[in-house]
Structure formats: structure tokens, C-alpha cells
Nanobody
């Protein structure tokens, strides 16, 4: 499956952004989807995941209550609504697809290119 992430940008502390990831190539609804992020000089970290049907979600503690992951299987898209953004949210954000619903990046076989989110203080 091919993944294309979009929606990043430069915002101020407290602002919101909505990232989107469009999938093509295989049956999107067969896959759990996740968002990960990587800041300069840091390892990639889990942000959020959603199961194939959209009925179960996982969040990193650092984003819980501020970020919401959702998916639309009819449109082959997964989104990440990010509210109350903080400077520490600055990173390249990646969407990924997995056969298994997980917060572990090695479970994800397919990755999109990153979209940069920069939050200024």
C-alpha cells in the first residue's frame, strides 16, 4: 500500500493542525494505521494508532487528550487532528500501515513520507 501524508506546517503554541494520509494500492480497510513522529536528533516515536475498523485507538501519553486519530475507509484516508500544539510536538510526522494494530513501529510494513510540523513558542 502506498501512503501520502499531508497537512503539516508552521503554527504557534496552542494552535491546531490536521494531518491527512491518503492510501492507495491495496485494500485500505485491511490495515491498522498509525502515526509516528521524529524530531531532529531523536528516535522515531509512536503517536497514535487506529484499528482496521476504527473502533479502537491508542495514543502516546504525550498526546493523549490533545490528538485524535480517525479513519475513513470509504475514502482510504486516516487523519490526525492535533489540538493545543506545543513546541515539543515539532517533528516530521509519518503515517504507516500494519497488519496488526500496534504502537510498535516494527509492526508497520508500509510508510509514507513525512510531513513537517513546526510549533513555535
Amino acid at each position: 500500500v502506498q501512503l501520502q501524508a499531508s497537512g503539516g506546517g508552521l503554527v504557534q503554541t496552542g494552535d491546531s493542525l490536521r494531518l491527512s494520509c491518503a492510501a492507495s494500492g491495496r485494500t485500505f480497510s485491511n490495515y491498522a494505521m498509525g502515526w509516528f513522529r521524529q524530531a531532529p536528533g531523536k528516535e522515531r516515536e509512536f503517536v497514535a494508532a487506529i484499528n482496521w475498523r476504527g473502533g479502537s485507538t491508542l495514543y502516546a501519553d504525550s498526546v493523549k487528550g490533545r490528538f485524535t486519530i480517525s479513519r475513513d475507509n470509504a475514502k482510504n484516508t486516516v487523519s490526525l487532528q492535533m489540538n493545543s500544539l506545543k513546541p515539543e510536538d515539532t517533528a516530521a510526522y509519518y503515517c504507516a500501515a500494519a497488519n496488526r494494530y500496534s504502537a510498535t513501529d516494527r509492526e508497520y510494513a508500509y510508510w509514507g513520507q513525512g510531513t513537517q510540523v513546526t510549533v513555535s513558542s
